[in-house]
């Protein structure tokens, strides 16, 4: 399984930026899969998930409406559109999905200047 996450970088508050991770190594069309961040010192987070059936999606209070996620079946691909940002926000950002055990993508850094 292989998660490899990307879009990461510095972007002023209020700017906007869109994060993606190509998966591989499962059946991605059978599996929900989200999003995670992560400030050094301090636990890792859920920002937002995405089911496979329905595509249902979960978002934390930090983040709903200003962030949506999505997903490509046919490439493969999770996505999260990020707008309105904030300095809060910075953080790595690392793809999730559960199988036999979590695995997780190497992380993408986002850094929001004030």
């Known amino acids: 399984v292989q998660l490899q996450a990307s879009g990461g970088g510095l972007v002023q508050s209020g700017g906007s930026l869109r994060l993606s991770c190509v998966a591989s190594g499962f059946t991605f069309d059978n599996y929900a899969i989200g999003w995670f961040r992560q400030v050094p010192g301090k636990e890792r987070e859920a920002v937002s998930c995405?089911?496979?059936?329905?595509?249902?999606?979960n978002y934390a209070d930090s983040v709903k409406g200003r962030f949506t996620i999505s997903r490509d079946n046919a490439r493969r691909t999770l996505y999260l559109q990020m707008s309105s940002l904030k300095p809060e926000d910075t953080a790595v950002y690392y793809c999730?999905?559960?199988?036999?055990?979590?695995?997780w993508g190497q992380g993408t850094l986002v850094t929001v200047s004030s």
């Open positions: 995405i089911e496979s059936y329905n595509n249902d999606t």
């Open positions: 999730n999905v559960e199988l036999q055990r979590n695995f």
